[in-house]
């Protein structure tokens, strides 16, 4: 028998929190925000943000629910579909999936773009240089040279080619306005966030109410599978989603607590 109380909480390196650990995720997920805070690619207020969403995840049985995996396969279709995809990353992201990110954007020929909502020149240097060990051969975000219309605070900075000119874009782990401004420009919005209540899912063509630890996986192997199919089985895949129906499943999930 593991003996579990010798998982100490401020393991050095991930690998000693053992995988057969009954909350393992949520270990791992803590354990990769702490070291994003000490890297200086997470902000502190990530820690909080991290605590919400492992209290949905709880609730959601940590496991991957029917809908969000319908939805995963959904996200992946309009991602290879997509003229100009982008994936969007804060400091959370990329502590949590900065691997995960990269082989998703290869998978389906997306930009990788860093918008931060407490964005510092260090932030974004660290956070570049912390995707560019992971793989990254192109970051954006760093440029800056546009501005999302009607919104007033940090995250409005985007790259004039990367989210400003996307067709198609994938915004994990925020709640607020900046989802809905995209929604006003006319983009497709993929939402990841374990919340189904919170603003970004509430406005996204695609609501992805998953642990991102899963869901950008699970994406990346539906966008695999999906690469040689035609347009029309991609549209009909994307036709025949909804989104009201997976919103209401996770929340029923949710507040029922039936797993
Ligand atoms: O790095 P910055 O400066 O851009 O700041 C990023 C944070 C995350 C601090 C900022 O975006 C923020 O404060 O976000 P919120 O408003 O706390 O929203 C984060 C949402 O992500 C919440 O709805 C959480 O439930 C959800 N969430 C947290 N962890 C995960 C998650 N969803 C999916 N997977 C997770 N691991």
Known sequence: MTDYDTVSADVEHEEEIPKDHPRYQDLLTRHRIEKGVEKGITHLQGMHAEGRGSAFDYLLGEATISSAEEAERV??????????????????????????????????????????????????????????????????????????????????????????????????????????????????????????????PQVADVPIVDNIIRAVPNMTEHARVLADEDEAELRSIIDEFDREAALEQAEDRIRSGEL
């Open 75 to 200: 996200a992946a279709a309009h991602l290879l579909l997509a003229d100009h995809p982008v994936l969007s990353i804060n400091g959370n992201v990329a502590a949590l999936v900065p691997g995960e990110m990269v082989e998703l954007a290869e998978a389906t020929g997306a930009d990788l773009e860093i918008n931060l909502f407490n964005r510092t020149p260090e932030r974004i240097e660290a956070i570049a240089d912390h995707l560019r060990e992971h793989g990254a051969e192109d970051v954006k975000g760093l440029e800056a040279d546009a501005r999302i219309p009607n919104l007033d605070h940090q995250r409005a900075k985007v790259d004039e080619d990367g989210i400003y000119a996307a067709d198609v874009v994938v915004v994990p782990l925020e709640d607020g306005d900046r989802a809905e401004a995209l929604n006003e420009m006319d983009k497709t919005e993929i939402v990841i966030d374990l919340n189904p209540l919170s603003r970004s």
